[in-house]
């Protein structure tokens, strides 16, 4: 793998413009791609997760990067695949990430992609865009200020805990019973009592693990739990994903598999998958736990102790990913929409469009 000062020493260019690939394999990009990734981003932009993403599903896809260099660095990178004539994020069909965005250096370069868009008439399928992201709001400006034909509508919440300070929080979300610190004494109140249950119902203690050890047999048994628990589910359904998880875990070092075992036999009661970005973002993706041990409520246990340990290494947000169980509602406290935006500038799909909306006007 080619580094940035071998790139330099070699006086390896890059012309200043947008270039797109259609493949992960040029060293430039990725190093590049590495590089601007560490800045700070949704872990879901990372080369590692796009690169094992699309091993898995988008074999029969065409890779569509949209990158912005300028004096041979890397300020932009939009990691998109072509389907059904549109480009869309990796990640999307199946759809593994929660929240929409891009790498980028400078808020202006959201408006040279927007430019860049527009220019070649590129019609794109912008999904699970966060209305509180620097990004989300940029795009909404500049699609009504340039007049891109677009169809927009929200499409569900992502429930999170932010840190507590005195500006962190919109004020209509502000009030007397705020609490500065992520839990709160009822969770902290709960925790302790379904602890000491574990006690009394099995004779041991509980054990955390923030981070497993990235062992194959931890992945099946996740998987095994989860398949008890929703009665097949997911991995039944779609059983590459699966295999895309334990690609995950066993090589990223972002993926985290989290643990709480009975401390004395070791036994496993509860795992919880989710990322550490580089942006210093916790992101719960799945949690599960073996239903023999439900009346410890282990998956809430291993949730607070999760979050705990994420809050006391200084990071500012917890994310609970899409979607609003009764789970996530017990911890959160703020909630971002997720919205869909579609555009449409070629001809075929604008016919598509009017075609479907004077179906609904009949």
């Known amino acids: ?19 797109v690939f259609h493949s992960f394999d040029n060293e430039i990009l990725v190093q590049s791609w590495k590089n601007l990734y560490n800045k700070g981003a949704n872990y879901n932009l990372s080369y590692e997760w796009c690169n094992i993403w699309f091993k898995h599903f988008g074999k029969k ?9 300028k004096n ?8 998109f695949y072509t389907r059904g004539g549109r480009l869309t994020l990796i990640g999307t069909k ?21 430019d860049y868009i527009q220019r070649n008439k590129l019609d794109v399928n912008f999904r699970y865009v966060s209305s ?27 429930p999170v805990i932010i840190k507590r300070t005195s500006s962190s929080l919109p004020a209509k979300q502000s009030s007397a019973s705020d609490f500065s610190l992520p839990l709160r004494r009822k969770q902290k109140d709960d925790n302790v009592r379904c602890k000491n249950n574990a006690v009394k119902l099995f004779g041991e203690g509980l054990k955390f693990e923030y981070q497993a050890d990235r062992k ?35 090589n990223t070092d972002f993926a985290v598999l ?60 917890f994310d609970f990913g899409r979607g609003s169980e009764p789970y996530k509602s017990w911890f959160c406290n703020y ?17 598509k469009i009017r075609n479907f909306i004077n179906k609904i006007l009949k």
């Open 335 to 351: 909630e971002e929409i997720l919205f869909n935006i579609t555009t449409f500038q070629t001809k075929k799909n604008i016919m």
């Open 61 to 69: 896809q065409k890779l569509y990067i949209i990158t912005l260099w």
């Open 216 to 250: 194959k047999e931890y992945v099946e048994e996740f998987i095994e739990f989860h398949k008890a628990r929703w009665g097949g589910g997911l991995f039944v359904r779609k059983p590459k994903i699966a295999n895309f998880l334990q690609d995950l875990v066993l």
């Open 132 to 158: 509180e992201s620097e990004f989300g709001k940029t795009i909404i400006k500049r699609f009504s200020q340039r007049g891109i034909r677009q169809v927009s509508h929200v499409l569900e919440t992502k």
């Open 1 to 19: 793998m080619v580094n940035m000062q071998e790139i330099y020493e070699k006086n390896i260019t890059v012309t200043d413009g947008f270039k």
């Open 94 to 114: 199946p759809d593994l990430y929660d929240e929409f965005n891009i790498l980028y250096e400078k808020p202006e370069n959201i408006d040279e992609l927007v």
């Open 258 to 317: 989290s643990r709480l075992s009975l401390e004395k036999s070791d036994k496993t009661v509860a795992y919880h998958f989710g990322f550490m970005d580089s942006a210093k973002k916790f992101w719960s993706s799945m949690p599960t736990y073996d239903i023999n041990y439900k009346q410890i409520s282990p998956g809430k246990v291993l949730l607070y102790d999760i979050i705990s340990n994420v809050f006391s290494e200084n990071v500012e947000k």
């Open 72 to 79: 041979n660095d890397l300020k932009l990178l939009a990691p």
